[in-house]
Every structure is written in structure tokens, then in C-alpha cells.
């Protein structure tokens, strides 16, 4: 796949906001697009705009040894099936350092394989909605990573962000696509709208040992 870069703040993700809070992503993105034997999910009024769903989990999540696992939900196959890519999370980071199993990390290494996984571009899409659970991942992408740059990585306690190299791998990402005209919004959703995503997630923090090196994973022409 392409270097991991670290986001320099020249490209910013939005938040997509439903006509209705209660419109469903079975609603909102009953549209179809074909691609090779993949059915991608794009919303009804603009077929460039693609659903994928995120979760990640962490089982002992702040114990004596947390595994955690990340999923994302991105179409169906020819004969129906639910097109899930999923894996434990690294104990080491996108920049190489060594890194905690969280449930926080393994969202937003959620998203950035999402993005990662595909050109989405070369699908024909313009706008990749990330849909998730998570409100650290909504937030945080769409309001308080700004502050965090701005103010040198820091909290406004002082203290050093959390997940920091996740958070600038993901905008590096961000810019990356923005690069090839695509633009990411985050979408929160009920976990009740999101249960395919978060089995895998969950399955995938059960494996056994997490890979010692970060592991790309792109998809191909499936």
C-alpha cells in the first residue's frame, strides 16, 4: 500500500448528518454499486457516496492482558455474503512504536484500514462514509483532533494525547484520499446498527497472539 504519513492538518474529515436521526444506514444507503463481484451500499440520492461500517474491541480492555481486534463491514459478495475485513490490533503502532491493546486504538485502526483497503476513488467514489459506535472516533476525527494539533499533541490539562499516532496516521490518511478527490465524513450510529462489524471485532481480539509489526491489508478485485 502507500507510506503511512502523518497528517499535517491540510485536510480535515466532516461529519455526515441524516436527514432524520432515525434514518437507518439500510435507509439512508439502499442504493447498490457493482464492482467486479462486490455489491458496495451508497447512499439513495448520490450513488458516489459508499457506506462502510467500523468497530474495534478489546477484551480486558484495561486488565493484565487486553487483546483487541478491529473489523470493518463493506459490502456484500455475488452470493450474499457480508464482506468483513478484521484483525488483532498491532503491538506496535503505524511509526513503529510499541502500543497498548485498547479498544480506543483498535476503532481507529479500524478506520484507517478501511481507508487504506481499497482505491476507493478508482470505484467511482467521492465520499467515504465511515459509520461506527464510537463516539471517541466521531468526535475526535471531526472536532478535537484540530484543538490536540493546534496546541502541539497536547490536552488542555497539558497532558499528552492519547493514541496520538493512530490520530496522525488517520488525518495522514485523510489527506491522502483528499489527495485523489475523496472526502471522508463520520457517521455515529447505534451498536445496534452495527452488530456485523462488532462480532468481527470482537472475534478477531480472540485470536491468539497480536502481530509483532504493523500489517497492511488491502483488498482486491474480489
Known amino acids: 500500500g502507500p507510506p503511512l504519513r502523518k497528517g499535517?492538518?491540510?485536510?480535515?474529515?466532516?461529519?455526515?448528518?441524516?436527514?432524520?436521526?432515525?434514518?437507518?444506514?439500510?435507509?439512508?444507503?439502499?442504493?447498490?454499486?457493482?464492482?467486479?463481484?462486490?455489491?458496495?451500499?451508497?447512499?439513495?440520492?448520490?450513488?458516489?457516496?459508499v457506506l462502510i461500517r467500523t468497530d474495534g474491541a478489546c477484551?480486558?480492555?484495561?486488565?493484565?492482558?487486553?487483546k483487541a481486534g478491529w473489523a470493518f463491514w463493506h459490502g456484500v459478495s455475488d452470493d450474499g455474503t457480508q464482506l468483513i475485513a478484521s484483525a488483532r490490533l498491532e503491538a506496535k503502532g503505524p511509526f513503529g512504536a510499541a502500543a497498548?491493546?485498547?479498544?480506543?486504538?483498535?476503532?481507529?485502526r479500524a478506520v484507517i484500514a478501511a481507508l487504506r483497503f481499497r482505491h476507493w476513488p478508482g470505484e467511482g467514489f467521492g465520499t467515504f462514509v465511515v459509520a461506527t459506535d464510537s463516539e471517541y472516533v466521531v468526535e475526535g476525527a471531526t472536532k478535537w483532533v484540530k484543538t490536540w494539533m493546534e496546541n502541539g499533541w497536547k490536552?488542555?490539562?497539558?497532558?499528552?494525547?492519547?493514541?496520538?499516532?493512530?490520530?496522525?496516521?488517520?488525518?495522514?490518511?485523510?489527506?491522502r484520499v483528499s489527495?485523489?478527490?475523496?472526502?471522508?465524513?463520520?457517521?455515529?450510529i447505534p451498536r445496534e446498527w452495527n452488530t456485523a462489524a462488532d462480532a468481527a471485532a470482537k472475534s478477531a481480539a480472540a485470536r491468539?497472539?497480536?502481530?509483532?509489526?504493523?500489517?497492511?491489508?488491502?483488498?482486491?478485485n474480489i
Open 100 to 108: 497498548a491493546q485498547t479498544s480506543n486504538r483498535a476503532e481507529l
Open 155 to 175: 490536552t488542555s490539562a497539558g497532558a499528552d494525547v492519547k493514541n496520538k499516532d493512530l490520530w496522525q496516521a488517520l488525518l495522514g490518511e485523510i489527506e
Open 59 to 66: 477484551l480486558d480492555n484495561g486488565q493484565a492482558n487486553p
Open 8 to 49: 499535517t492538518g491540510r485536510s480535515w474529515p466532516s461529519k455526515f448528518i441524516p436527514s432524520s436521526t432515525t434514518d437507518t444506514p439500510a435507509e439512508l444507503f439502499s442504493g447498490r454499486r457493482k464492482h467486479i463481484r462486490v455489491t458496495r451500499y451508497t447512499h439513495r440520492d448520490d450513488a458516489s457516496t
Open 208 to 220: 491468539e497472539a497480536a502481530p509483532s509489526q504493523w500489517m497492511e491489508m488491502i483488498g482486491m
Open 179 to 188: 489527495d485523489d478527490g475523496l472526502a471522508v465524513q463520520f457517521w455515529r
